[in-house]
Each structure stands twice: as structure tokens, then as C-alpha cells.
């Protein structure tokens, strides 16, 4: 079951005013979430997804974890209905997470 696009919609207004930019992309039919252009959640069967990383260990440690997709790393689950940790994550995320480069174009 692929993620509904009214769902995304939900995610990214309860991230709306954490302190970025907030804009996601379809990826394989599913959701990479961006802030400020740094890949941060990934949104898979209407279930968000963010890194396992030390910077947020303390506020995920009580969290759900579980895979996104067959061969990817283990995650936190996130709640975003509660908009205030969902804000707190991607506040503590964020400056520890890099711009992606851009693919070099085949010729």
C-alpha cells in the first residue's frame, strides 16, 4: 500500500514552521521528506520514518523502530500527530544531516 497523497499533505503541514524549508519528493511511490533541501523522513504506507541517529536518541528513545522498505536500515518510528516532537526531531536532525550533491549527468 503506497503512501496516500493526502497523507503526505498531513505530514508536511504538521512540519509546517519547524524552522525550514519543507518540501517532499515521490520517490518509487513513496515520500523522501526535505528540509532545507537535506533528505530528513522517509513516509512509507502512511508510516513516517526518521534516522536512527544520536541527536534525537533522547527524545526517540520510548519510539517504535521498524523497516521501510525491503533492504533498508532500521528507523525510528515518528508520530507526527504530535507535531510538537515532530518538530523537536527535525530541529535536533537537521544541522547533523548534509545537502545531498548532485548527480553527475551522463553524456
Known sequence: ????KEYIEFVREQLHGC????RYRKMFGEYMV?????PVLLVCDDT???PVH????????????????DGAKE???L??????????VMNCLEPHLLVPKPKKRKK
Open 1 to 4: 500500500m503506497a503512501t496516500s
Open 34 to 38: 526535505y528540509i532545507n533541501d537535506k
Open 48 to 50: 513516517v520514518f526518521a
Open 19 to 22: 524552522g525550514g524549508e519543507i
Open 54 to 69: 544520536d541527536s534525537i536518541a533522547h527524545l526517540m528513545q520510548d519510539a517504535e523502530r521498524g523497516v521501510p522498505y
Open 79 to 88: 508520530d507526527i500527530e504530535d507535531r510538537e516532537l515532530a518538530h523537536e
Open 75 to 77: 528507523r525510528y518510528i
